[in-house]
């Protein structure tokens, strides 16, 4: 999945007309509402071994109300929903965001997007971790902080409401596993084949950021 991060989406060395043009575009889609827009997903489908394909046109129609539940469906296999995948991705983000955050004025990540991946073939027993990865890519509007300047906050509110969304997803999963009947309880429900119930994820994660020697991305670790 590509997702467009940020409220801003050009440079500094944007002509006035390419400043109007990309501010309202960005109004038109969650970019504006939320700092986020997905710009395209593909999700393997192992039991047609197949992909179900959201493009860029469709993600720019996506509204912020519903944004969830087209984030969602990156999770979902066809058979189910890849939650031992959610989990890590959660994990790789918070270790972003806190990277950020210690170094807020480093640099203006404007017009950037965050590669979302993980291994379509589901878990099993010889080798049960997702395999998983985030990477920052595009960074043709990228510009170091000068003082004097204005802060990227924009890139911030997009990572933010991102983590939030993926931990309210994995939330709202988690409690689909739950047994609803109080007193003689039936037995829970099972996740289906590939998937795993999440625990609450609460803990803050520190981690860095490391540059590419082709500076094409930057790769967490």
Do not use: W
């Not at 003082?147 to 990227?152: I, Q, W």
Request: glycine fraction near 6%; charge should be positive; charged fraction near 20%.
């Amino acid at each position: 999945m590509d997702i467009k991060v940020g409220t801003r989406q050009f440079g500094d060395e944007a002509s006035p007309e390419k400043r109007r043009h990309m501010m309202e575009k960005a109004s038109r889609t969650t970019t504006s509402t939320l700092g986020l827009r997905i710009c395209g997903q593909q999700v393997f489908q192992p039991r047609t071994r197949s992909y179900a394909v959201v493009n860029k046109y469709q993600g720019r129609k996506i509204a912020a109300d519903s944004f969830g539940a087209a984030l969602r469906q990156f999770f979902f296999d066809g058979s189910c929903y890849r939650t031992d995948v959610l989990l890590a991705l959660i994990e790789r983000l918070r270790r972003l965001l806190a990277s950020y955050q210690s170094t807020p004025t480093a640099f203006r990540f404007y017009s950037t997007s965050l590669l979302l991946m993980y291994e379509g073939e589901p878990s099993n027993a010889a080798d049960p971790m997702p395999r998983v990865d985030v990477r920052m890519i595009d960074f043709a509007h990228t510009h170091r902080y000068e003082p004097g300047t204005e802060l990227d906050d924009g890139y911030l509110f997009g990572l933010r409401n991102l983590l939030h969304t993926l931990c309210a997803i994995q939330a709202s999963l988690a409690s689909d596993l739950r047994p609803t009947v109080v007193g003689a309880a039936p037995p829970p429900r099972r996740a289906s084949a590939g998937s795993l119930m999440c625990p609450a994820v609460s803990c803050k994660v520190t981690g860095h950021l490391a540059r590419s020697r082709s500076a094409d991305y930057i790769a967490l670790h």
